[in-house]
């Protein structure tokens, strides 16, 4: 055992193994992980000990006659009884361990996690706080046409916060497909199913960043949503809440004004193309041409040229369309960005129709009024 | 069916079409067999090039050859085309040469419908890959298609892949009824059960198996076709169905399905490890029971996939301690292997090179096993490149390693020459440390912290994936030497003699090689022979 936890120690060290995480359940799942593991390599070298010492001995080059035997109940009857019971030695710890882990009673803090095509959005219990967290690396990135950041791939636009010491309590959905909300360092991982909600904790020892990915196939991109958690002490968690209700609250107010605001061309395509490349350019494609079967193309397309066609071409982002990938845009953007982008998609690839949308456009579809 | 006895078989013995309708309408079980077995080598091989795609993606960092949509086509198209194209066939295929062969049964009981389960197989994976052609693509959610994403999200061609799985099915069901209907009926007089090799005791267990779960799996596919196209809500949450039920629908019949994968290989290296041992092989009874117990297990088990799905915590316990307790039986199996060996007359021909490869191996993959089976490290490990690695552990090294020693094994039988067995040798050795270059490090992969079915991923990866890639192409190309030991075989070598291989036992022996193309037209004597374990 001492000769074999030297290496594992180091393959921990070397991001091999299992991370002993910062919560006490994820250490009591990794000193889990390594009993199993251990016992799994004993057995091993016993059954593999066994079999090359006849390998090596029982040859016939060697001069071995083969013996006769062929059944022994005794043996038979030890070589089931015994592993037997390690499995029920195995098996206490590890009931133990579960209980734990779904005791998900008395939490201080609940947030509400919804996985969809592909993101995550968060929403904070008696807070005042909800958002989107989606991938922070670039498509240049991914197409090797940038320098990739050390965490490419687990970075994120904003971060899930929160506090440590305190019992968390995620509620876990999903808003189309399945996705499974895992970090690793919690020895959290839960899958998102649409329709019904899951349950899962974490009480965070340390302060810190911590980073993991959505673990269900669920579709194209489900190689593209990370999550990423900043754990902060509970006065700079207060403090963070605080300020990002207050935030939030004002950008609402802030949309109400644009209404009766009008933004020129030049601002709604540079915001445009921002929310367009973010959003909607991992279906439709950078430059409109949609995938052919898969997702349609924009460039060219009615919805998106011709004038009688723009309340739908509003309804569709706002509203998605139900039964397929489109997803409802109205709930996560704001007026102003959801603006820019269909001004974007009016005008961008050749569609010139000169048009541009506004605010109150939106709204009114929003809304169910006619424009 | 009258028609099953030696004398009236006799009959189209003399009037056998030739060329190409020779082989479309034979209903000879050896015929058949090789059939099998070479369509189940070619799958084998376009399975293979997908899984090259796929490592060639993630050789690097960064999407470099494919875009993600056709990375999940060919991670799905490969696992199904592994699972019911490569190894699924190749048992049959085993099934229909030596099953009747071990027991002393001229052919298969039910000859026609054999012809038949055959047949239908090509049009089946025909309809599969050619909605790889479609606009849309072919099918991009997983060898386990969980709704819904492969209902409301899924593509065009989502019809195609729900007809072939049926195909598929139904020839699997046509193959298993064919198996319980020669093995019951058609053992030569004083070949009891606990007289038949264990290979024909493996195979009546999976035959079972098939029946009782490929109905399932036509299930779950036949829901996920009218959620698509006929708007139930089977799994539809708004419509008031439920997702999850398809997990357990599917599982229900994926558990056993994976045991379907490994019962024959059971039976396979229950054979060879004997016959060169030079010894019986060891607790011939416990072996059978230890099947019947692993396969009665299977179905109490399905739900240890489904862990981080959400249930309860009194099923996560029931479904950990029946998974856990599935390691006894498949214990007791490795025991009787090493105890065959002890203290016999070892030699190391092919054929057991790869049986002892298949022992060391699969049976890491059993240990990863009980490691996925703890359901808080479950947790963990679910849906990473942990389960990767058990898995393929458990079916390469496992299933596909079983599958070439039962080749080299009864090759000689088949063809009447003798492989090279240089370059046999060669392939052996090129394939069992490929094999472990590709898989191994998986584990630590999925240790790390590597999610399954992503096509790019997070840097501190990059160089164990650009190992795991290595062994992959090295794996890959070792199997097209195994591709040039057949043909050759095939065409010429030193002749094989009845009996090649010293200690071997069983009926197969007993006829000349290569075996003529009716065999036991009378019952053998089996005094002739010692029992068949
Ligand atoms: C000691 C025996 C075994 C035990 C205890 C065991 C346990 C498990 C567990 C718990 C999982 C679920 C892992 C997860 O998704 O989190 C799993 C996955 C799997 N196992 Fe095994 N297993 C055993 C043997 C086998 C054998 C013999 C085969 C096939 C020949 C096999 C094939 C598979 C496959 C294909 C999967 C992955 C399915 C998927 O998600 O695509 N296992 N095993
Ligand atoms: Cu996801």
Known sequence: MALLSGPALAAEREGWNLTQGVTAISQQVYDLHMTIFYICVAIGVLVFGVMFWAIIRHRKSKGAKPASFHESTKVEIAWTLVPFLILVGMAIPATQVLLDMEDTSEPALTVQVTGSQWKWHYRYFDHDVAFFSLLASSPEQIRNERQKRDTYLLEVDQPLVLPVGRKVRFLITSQDVIHSWWVPAFAVKKDANPGFINEAWTKIDKPGIYRGQCAELCGKDHGFMPIVVIAKPQAEFDAWVQETALAQQKAREEEQRLLDMEMPMDELMALGKQVYDSRCGMCHQSEGQGMPGVFPALAGAEIATQPDRLVDHIDIVVNGKAGTAMQAFGPQLSLKELAAVVTYERNAWGNDTGETVQAAQINAVKSGEDL | ?533
């Open chain 2, 1 to 533: 069916m009258t028609d099953t006895t030696p004398d009236n078989l006799h009959g189209d013995h003399h009037h056998k079409p030739r060329g190409i309708m020779r082989w479309v309408l034979t209903t000879n079980h050896k015929d058949i067999g090789s059939m099998y077995l070479i369509f189940s080598f070619t799958m084998f091989l376009l399975g293979g090039a997908m899984a090259m795609v796929i490592r060639a993606e993630l050789f690097q960092p960064g999407l470099q050859l494919v875009e993600p949509n056709f990375f999940n086509q060919m991670t799905t198209v490969h696992g199904l085309i592994m699972v019911f194209g490569a190894v699924m066939p190749a048992f049959t295929g085993l099934a229909n040469w030596m099953v009747p062969m071990m027991i002393g049964a001229p052919d298969m009981a039910l000859p026609r419908m054999n012809n038949w389960s055959f047949w239908i197989l090509p049009f089946a994976f025909l309809l599969l890959i050619g909605s790889l052609f479609m606009e849309g693509g072919g099918p991009n959610f997983g060898w386990t298609f969980y709704a819904p994403l492969s209902t409301t999200y899924s593509p065009d061609s989502t019809g195609l892949f729900v007809f072939a799985l049926h195909i598929m099915g139904i020839s699997s069901i046509m193959g298993a009824i064919n198996v319980i209907v020669t093995i019951t009926n058609m053992r030569a007089p004083g070949m009891t059960y606990m007289k038949m090799p264990l290979f024909v005791w493996t195979w009546l267990i999976t035959a079972f198996l098939l029946i009782a779960v490929m109905p399932v799996l036509a299930g779950a596919a036949t829901m996920v076709l009218t959620d698509k196209y006929f708007g139930t809500s089977f799994f539809d949450a708004a419509g008031g169905g439920d997702p999850v039920l398809f997990q357990h629908i599917f599982w229900f019949f994926g558990h056993p399905e994976v045991y379907i994968m490994i019962l024959p290989s059971f039976g396979i290296i229950s054979a060879i490890v004997p016959a060169f041992s030079r010894k019986r092989l060891f607790g011939y009874s416990s072996m059978v029971y230890a099947t019947a117990s692993i396969a009665g297990l299977s179905f109490l088990v399905w739900a240890h996939h489904m862990f981080t799905t959400g249930m309860p915590v009194f099923a996560e316990l029931f479904f950990m301690f029946c998974t856990m307790l599935i390691s006894v039986p498949t214990g007791v199996k490795v025991f009787n292997w090493v105890a065959t060996m002890w203290r016999g007359s070892l030699t190391f021909e092919v054929p057991m090179l790869f049986a002892i490869a298949f022992i060391v191996l699969f049976t890491i993959g059993g240990f990863s096993g009980l490691m996925l089976a703890i359901t808080p490290v479950d947790f963990q490990y679910h849906d990473t490149y942990f389960v990767v690695a058990h898995f393929h552990y458990v079916l390469v090294s496992g299933a596909v390693f079983s599958i070439m020693a039962a080749a080299y094994y009864w090759l000689p039988k088949w063809t009447g020459h003798m492989f090279n067995e240089t370059l046999a040798k060669w392939h052996f050795w090129c394939s069992v440390i490929s094999v472990n270059v590709l898989f191994f490090p998986m584990h630590f992969l999925g240790l790390a912290g590597m999610p399954r079915r992503i096509p790019d991923y997070a840097l501190q990866f990059a160089d164990v994936n650009a190992i795991v890639s290595i062994g992959g192409f090295a794996f890959g190309l070792s199997q097209l030497i195994f591709l040039v030991v057949v043909i050759q075989c095939a065409r010429g070598g030193a002749p094989a003699a009845a009996k090649p291989w010293e200690g071997a036992e069983g009926l197969e022996w007993t006829v000349p090689s290569p075996a003529p193309y009716h065999t036991f037209e009378t019952p053998p004597d089996l005094k002739e022979v010692r029992d068949g374990h």
